[in-house]
């Protein structure tokens, strides 16, 4: 027995070969080298590349975008093939596992959970596999993988999906630290936006936030951004950067939060109004003029995209009271631009108003 068993497996092995060839679909699979992860496979010389120009889009919330994705044949194939395009998602705040979004066969195609609807392939060219989403909702964000199955082999190429937004901090009316990981979540959503990722804090940093109170990001850790170390920040031997407390528990530890908008939708603006109001009067007043208070993470998208400067103190939704500086000038607050707040104010004081308006 022990002699014969190489032979065996030599003889195995042929009637495997065989069988390989006879049952290949036109192309001689046997002869594929692996794939070398650098989205090109190789059968017979035949080489099928999958690219896309941009390994990052970003985009805004509510928007189209097209992630980019093409695969082509080298050299060129006479006969089409059968193709399977399928795009995988890697949500950037919860990690984890790889999430299906579209998976297409020639004109079949099936979109899967919350893309359902709202995905489409672009083919706009032979070797078009480009993803359409549209509209683009604040969950999308994260790392998207298209992949080419053509046969036995696949071959993908990564997009990262990043949205333009600002970042802003906030805390609870009740003051400063009184934020459960779930409500920090709620309060950011409150003010139209969701809590911000380490990414888009950390590029909040590099573009100049400093906020000294640490706040719940949306993988559960607390964290602040120092740009100028100081004293009452930490001391002012430590490096400037973005400091983390770590993760922390969701329930017992309280922090303020950071909130992501990458909303644009419809207008916000400062009510041309005779006379000062109220917080009752101001919700009131922007109504009658067809819109709504704007909320806080409003306020800051228009300031950021649309560059809304206004020298006028308005309340908003929230109970706060803020102005948006673009344009930095003597009696307007800080040299920086940015959104200037009083914080909560009571409510009987009188102030202007900034309104929301959608477009429709
Ligand atoms: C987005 O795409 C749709 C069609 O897919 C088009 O009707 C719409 O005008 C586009 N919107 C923008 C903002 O480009
Ligand atoms: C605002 O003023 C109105 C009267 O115009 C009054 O009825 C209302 O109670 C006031 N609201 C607050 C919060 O003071």
Request: with cysteine; aromatic share 12%; glycine share 10%.
């Amino acid at each position: 027995m022990r002699v014969a068993r190489p032979l065996l497996l030599l003889l195995l092995h042929a009637l495997l070969e065989t069988l390989a060839l006879r049952f290949s679909n036109g192309f001689y699979y046997h002869t594929i080298e692996k794939s070398d992860g650098t989205g090109e496979i190789h059968f017979n010389g035949v080489r099928l590349h999958v690219e896309s120009p941009q390994s990052s889009v970003s985009a805004v919330q509510g928007s189209n975008v097209t992630l980019p994705c093409h695969y082509r044949y080298e050299p060129e194939l006479s006969v089409p093939r059968r193709t399977r395009v399928k795009w995988l998602w890697l949500p950037t705040a919860r990690g984890g596992r790889e999430k299906n979004v579209m998976v297409a066969l020639g004109s079949r195609h099936r979109s899967y959970g919350n893309f359902h609807g709202r995905v489409r392939l672009r083919r706009s060219a032979p070797g078009d596999a480009s993803l359409v989403i549209n509209p683009l909702s604040l969950d999308d964000i994260g790392r998207y993988r298209c992949e080419i199955i053509d046969g036995l082999e696949d071959e993908s190429v990564i997009v990262e999906l990043e949205f333009k937004g600002v970042v802003f901090p906030y805390y609870s009316p009740r003051g400063r630290y009184e934020l459960t990981f779930q409500e920090a979540k709620e309060a950011c959503e409150q003010q139209g936006a969701c809590l911000a990722t380490f990414e888009q804090l950390f590029a909040a940093y590099e573009e100049g936030l400093d906020w000294c109170n640490a706040g719940w990001l949306a993988d559960g850790t607390a964290q602040y951004p120092v740009s100028v170390p100081r004293e009452a920040c930490g001391g002012v031997e430590v490096a400037p950067g973005v400091r983390s407390y770590g993760l922390r528990h969701k329930t017992f530890d309280r922090f303020d939060a950071f909130c992501f908008t990458s909303s644009i939708k419809g207008e916000v603006y400062f009510l041309q109004h005779p006379l000062k109001l109220n917080f009752t009067e101001a919700v009131e007043a922007c109504v009658h003029d067809g819109a709504q208070i704007a909320k806080v993470g409003e306020l800051y998208a228009a300031w950021r995209f649309v560059g809304l400067d206004q020298c006028d103190a308005g309340w908003v939704a929230d109970g706060s009271v803020r102005y948006p500086i673009s344009r930095p000038r003597p009696n307007c607050g800080t040299p920086e631009p940015g959104v200037r707040s009083f914080g909560f104010l009571p409510h009987h004081l009188k102030y202007g108003v900034y309104c929301h308006k959608v477009r429709w």
